[in-house]
Nanobody, 115 residues
Framework: QVQLVESGGGLVQTGGSLRLSCAAS????????MGWYRQAPGKQRELIAT???????NYGDSVKGRFTISRDNAKNTVTLQMNGLKPEDTAVYYC?????????WGQGTQVTVSS
């Protein structure tokens, strides 16, 4: 089992920045993927960004150039730096980890961008 605990999020004005962090604990494999998804009311869960334990990143089209994902393998943490936030970025953001063939999710943290 892997537990994911998110921190960060909150309310910010358009154009502002926020940082989300996620700490993983439990039975963590040396090779894994960590990342972030989000879900807005009435919409499907959407990929934001992922990063492998080797440092390879992947971003959703809606956040390319604005968000940056990074991870600390020694601490089993992943961070999402969000710049240039827009009202359409408002959603619940979920930390994600793929350990082997099993996916784990955090409880989610709310990000609200006011116009």
């Amino acid at each position: 089992q892997v537990q994911l605990v998110e921190s960060g999020g909150g309310l910010v004005q358009t154009g502002g920045s926020l940082r989300l962090s996620c700490a993983a604990s439990g039975s963590i494999s040396s090779t894994n993927v960590m990342g972030w998804y989000r879900q807005a009311p009435g919409k499907q869960r959407e990929l934001i960004a992922t990063v492998t334990s080797g440092g390879r990143t992947n971003y959703g089209d809606s956040v390319k150039g604005r968000f940056t994902i990074s991870r600390d393998n020694a601490k089993n943490t992943v961070t999402l730096q969000m710049n240039g936030l827009k009202p359409e970025d408002t959603a619940v953001y979920y930390c994600y980890s793929l350990q082997g063939f099993r996916a784990y999710w955090g409880q989610g943290t709310q990000v609200t961008v006011s116009s």
